[in-house]
């Protein structure tokens, strides 16, 4: 996927989750989360984290060439340890504590993502980057795993809230080619799923049933390590 493209995925399943956190009651930004200990307020401070590493990113000396996929950044290796996955919660929950409330988190998310957005369209095509876990990978490559990050918390907030999910179709394609491959139409045809439905399922959000089993097998498929 070339950048401009990553970019515009980004963007618009950013937007959409700032649009639909707007507004919420202090009620709604304290309600528990799937991704425990977080709360929602919590949830959406760590997406505003994850994208904030862009900016650090795009300043820090360039890798020579870019060695990791964005379906190989999802390893199963030490950034899905317990002391990492202790670092991440810890992040997200002090950054949620510095915002004076809701909507100053929905304005920093905002203004985090357009940053990014602004910053990487002045990018070239083919621009490198380091991850904070010493990936070396395309600024577009990259860029995917950030629209997993939005779409795929998006998923759980509106599911906290007890919404009908905000995902855009642009944004559930990503995430459905890198989990199923080049055959993920055919794929997502066969197992029979919507796509908030695949995502879930994907991310062990939703359990498997026996007849779901049988028709990954049958597939071939392996979900990627999420955390």
Not at 153 to 170: C, E, K, M, N, Q
Request: with cysteine; charged share 25%; net charge negative.
């Amino acid at each position: 996927m070339t950048l401009g493209r990553a970019l515009d995925v980004f963007r618009l399943e950013a937007g959409s989750l700032s649009r639909a956190v707007t507004g919420l009651s202090e009620e709604e930004w304290n309600l528990s989360t799937r991704c425990a200990p977080w709360t929602v307020r919590e949830l959406v401070s760590h997406v505003r984290v994850v994208i904030a590493w862009l900016p650090g990113m795009l300043t820090a000396p360039e890798p020579v060439r870019a060695e990791v996929s964005a379906v190989d950044y999802y390893r199963p290796d030490d950034r899905f340890a317990a002391h990492t996955n202790a670092a991440r919660i810890g992040l997200a929950q002090r950054h949620a504590n510095e915002m004076s409330s809701g909507a100053a988190l929905v304005e920093d998310l905002t203004a985090t993502w357009q940053r990014v957005d602004r910053e990487c369209r002045a990018e070239r095509e083919d621009r490198v980057v380091r991850t904070r876990h010493g990936d070396a990978m395309l600024l577009s490559e990259f860029l995917l795993t950030r629209v997993v990050e939005v779409a795929v918390h998006g998923l759980d907030v509106a599911d906290a809230l007890g919404r009908a999910p905000w995902l855009t179709a642009d944004a559930a394609d990503v995430v459905t080619q890198l989990q199923l491959g080049p055959e993920a139409r055919a794929a997502t045809r066969e197992l029979g799923w919507d796509r908030p439905t695949l995502l879930r399922k994907a991310t062990g959000r939703q359990p498997l049933e026996p007849a779901d089993e049988v028709r990954m097998e049958r597939l071939g498929i392996r979900w990627l390590t999420l955390g």
